[in-house]
């Protein structure tokens, strides 16, 4: 499947924005998707996961703050980011793949993976 993200740009702290992640070239409703982040210098972490039927995973350190959803009749996922801090400033990327269980939360797993787009938070 062919992954497109898009929605980042530059925002002050505790400002919102929304990524979307549209998705080609694929049976969509059967994938889990992702995203991903790597700021400078740092490896690549995960942020946020749902599962085909809708079960959703989030790192920690965006709990309670970014809220990821899916619209499989747009072939679209959503990931929606409030209360926006620096440090979690960096280049997210949107992922899928088939597999079913185990932890949603390993970049190995994933097999599609959409081209970044950077998200920049000032203080």
């Known amino acids: 499947v062919q992954l497109q993200a898009f929605g980042g740009g530059l925002v002050q702290a505790g400002g919102s924005l929304r990524l979307s992640c549209a998705a080609s070239?694929?049976?969509?409703?059967?994938?889990?998707m992702a995203w991903f982040r790597q700021a400078p210098e740092k490896e690549r972490e995960f942020v946020a996961a749902?599962?085909?039927?809708?079960?959703?995973f989030y790192a920690d350190s965006v709990k309670g703050r970014f809220t990821l959803s899916r619209d499989n009749a747009k072939n679209t996922v959503y990931l929606q980011m409030n209360s926006l801090k620096p440090e979690d400033t960096a280049v997210y990327y949107c992922a899928a793949r088939i597999k079913f269980g185990g932890n949603y939360n390993n970049h190995n797993d994933y097999h599609d993976w959409g081209q970044g787009t950077l998200v920049t938070v000032s203080s």
């Open positions: 749902i599962t085909r039927n809708g079960i959703r």
């Open positions: 070239g694929g049976t969509f409703g059967i994938y889990a």
